[in-house]
């Protein structure tokens, strides 16, 4: 009888395993793509924009650099970055410390890292280390693809002057003359972010029509030669710490529309970041010192920036289908870190420092963040490439540095 039952024991268990699903090994694959000659334009957070500044560790995990790493997996090829030669820049990194502040108390925050910046990160580096795949440009406008370098307004413009091929060259012709088969293009950011910074009261917004035709002009240059690729959207850049972090609750401010020039902040304004520390040990925001007007965005700025993000997102996905390119949601992405996003068990908020999404300076991403958005660049591809781009762990990469 206990052979028996040992007998049908036995059985059920082959049974058992013999019934196990298959698990199949994950195998990376190219698809339909050619990445042999990968590059990446964009602004900022392309370029490897972190804490305030352009530093060569984080240049190294820029989210295009991290996708370039992944390609290599099938069939990329060489991937250039212009690195500084330092961890310093051109000298405005923020990095964490404990200060004491104006109250006395011991507080951890951003301050200037200090230090000397090498002074050859000024220098033009193309004819030794050139030519370059990741042209990335901090502060870049969709207007300055295709402006030639000495006719840009721009300050942060100085990084390009470091690897373009040639005085007169621009972004989009250093881009063609690397005769590329696959691109990444994430731009349109700068061109809200700089207004928005402001207060609203400089740098304004690219109107949608202008959008509109020259991101169709840059899209026909890079694909003039067949070149496949991946566009994203632009982020709703409200949700970011720049913006969300402090209440306009019981704040004044100043508006030369008011009766009196001045009035309460209504509850859905923003205070910027920058305002914090005046607010707290100058006095600001009271109604015998009111906030500057750009200082704040009103309602009616809000509204603006987020009716232009809406607009262009939507020509963006437009010109995505027209040109048959992958399409990133990054602006849902980023949106939805207002709830929490969870990769790897690591939970990501908006909040500034503590959430681990955004940098120290509050609107730039940090290396987990890029490597976030670089998953979210390598699903888009997989999808519309039928490829089998592996992703990368977000774990691995650094989050915010405690003292």
Same mark, same amino acid.
């Given at each position: 009888?206990?052979?028996?039952?040992?007998?049908?024991?036995?059985?059920?268990?082959?049974?058992?395993?013999?019934?196990?699903?298959?698990? $199949?090994?994950?195998?990376?694959?190219?698809?339909?793509?050619?990445?042999?000659?990968?590059?990446?334009?964009?602004?900022?957070?392309?370029?490897?924009?972190?804490? !305030?500044?352009?530093? &060569?560790?984080?240049?190294?995990?820029?989210?295009?650099?991290?996708?370039?790493?992944? +390609? @290599?997996?099938?069939?990329?090829?060489?991937? &250039?970055?212009?690195?500084?030669?330092?961890?310093?820049?051109?000298?405005? &990194?923020?990095?964490?410390?404990?200060?004491?502040?104006?109250?006395?108390?011991?507080?951890?925050?951003?301050?200037?890292?200090?230090?000397?910046?090498?002074?050859?990160?000024?220098?033009?580096?193309?004819?030794?280390?050139? *030519?370059?795949?990741?042209?990335?440009?901090?502060?870049? &406008?969709?207007?300055?693809?295709?402006?030639?370098?000495?006719?840009?307004?721009?300050?942060?413009?100085?990084? =390009?002057? #470091?690897?373009?091929?040639?005085?007169?060259? $621009?972004?989009?012709?250093?881009?063609?003359?690397?005769?590329?088969?696959?691109?990444?293009?994430?731009?349109?950011?700068?061109?809200? @972010?700089?207004?928005?910074?402001?207060?609203?009261?400089? !740098? *304004?917004?690219?109107?949608?029509?202008?959008?509109?035709?020259?991101?169709?002009?840059? @899209?026909?240059?890079?694909?003039?030669?067949?070149?496949?690729?991946?566009?994203?959207?632009?982020?709703?850049?409200?949700?970011?710490?720049?913006?969300?972090? @402090?209440?306009?609750?019981?704040?004044?401010?100043?508006?030369?529309?008011?009766?009196?020039?001045?009035?309460?902040?209504? *509850?859905?304004?923003?205070?910027?970041?920058?305002?914090?520390?005046?607010?707290?040990?100058?006095?600001?925001?009271?109604?015998?010192?009111?906030? *500057?007007? !750009?200082?704040?965005?009103?309602?009616?700025?809000?509204?603006?920036?987020?009716?232009?993000?809406?607009?262009? !997102?939507?020509?963006?996905?437009?010109?995505?289908?027209? =040109?048959? +390119?992958?399409?990133?949601?990054?602006?849902?992405?980023?949106?939805?870190?207002?709830?929490? +996003?969870?990769?790897?068990?690591?939970?990501?908020?908006?909040?500034?420092?503590?959430?681990?999404? =955004?940098?120290?300076?509050?609107?730039?991403?940090? #290396?987990?963040?890029?490597?976030?958005?670089?998953?979210? =660049?390598?699903?888009?591809?997989? #999808?519309?490439?039928?490829?089998?781009?592996?992703?990368?762990?977000?774990?691995?990469?650094?989050?915010?540095?405690?003292?």
């Amino acid at each position: 009888m206990n052979l028996i039952r040992f007998l049908l024991f036995l059985m059920a268990g082959l049974t058992f395993f013999s019934c196990e699903p298959e698990i $199949s090994e994950f195998k990376p694959n190219a698809g339909k793509a050619d990445f042999s000659v990968f590059i990446a334009m964009g602004d900022s957070q392309t370029a490897g924009f972190v804490n !305030n500044e352009l530093y &060569k560790s984080g240049q190294i995990v820029s989210f295009a650099n991290i996708i370039s790493r992944q +390609l @290599l997996n099938v069939g990329g090829g060489e991937f &250039k970055q212009p690195l500084m030669k330092d961890e310093l820049g051109f000298g405005n &990194k923020l990095t964490l410390a404990y200060t004491v502040d104006c109250n006395g108390d011991s507080i951890l925050q951003p301050v200037p890292a200090g230090g000397m910046p090498d002074e050859t990160n000024t220098e033009n580096i193309f004819a030794e280390e050139g *030519p370059f795949h990741n042209l990335g440009i901090p502060g870049a &406008k969709l207007s300055q693809l295709q402006a030639p370098i000495d006719g840009i307004a721009n300050p942060f413009y100085s990084y =390009f002057a #470091r690897f373009a091929s040639s005085p007169a060259t $621009s972004v989009i012709l250093d881009a063609q003359n690397l005769g590329a088969s696959f691109f990444s293009l994430w731009i349109g950011t700068s061109d809200i @972010l700089d207004y928005a910074m402001n207060g609203g009261i400089t !740098n *304004p917004i690219i109107e949608e029509q202008a959008f509109n035709a020259l991101y169709h002009s840059v @899209l026909m240059d890079l694909t003039s030669e067949n070149a496949e690729g991946v566009i994203a959207n632009i982020p709703n850049i409200l949700v970011s710490p720049f913006f969300s972090h @402090l209440s306009p609750s019981g704040i004044w401010a100043e508006d030369s529309l008011a009766p009196s020039g001045k009035r309460m902040l209504e *509850p859905d304004e923003i205070v910027l970041l920058i305002a914090e520390q005046r607010i707290k040990c100058n006095g600001w925001g009271t109604e015998e010192l009111p906030l *500057p007007e !750009n200082f704040y965005l009103s309602t009616e700025q809000i509204t603006l920036i987020e009716e232009r993000t809406s607009q262009f !997102n939507l020509t963006i996905k437009q010109y995505a289908s027209e =040109f048959n +390119l992958a399409w990133v949601d990054i602006n849902t992405l980023l949106r939805n870190a207002s709830q929490g +996003l969870t990769f790897d068990g690591i939970t990501f908020t908006n909040d500034f420092i503590s959430g681990g999404l =955004f940098s120290l300076d509050g609107f730039s991403l940090t #290396r987990r963040g890029n490597a976030i958005v670089a998953n979210a =660049f390598i699903e888009a591809i997989n #999808r519309k490439y039928e490829s089998s781009v592996p992703k990368i762990s977000i774990a691995q990469f650094q989050g915010i540095e405690y003292p």
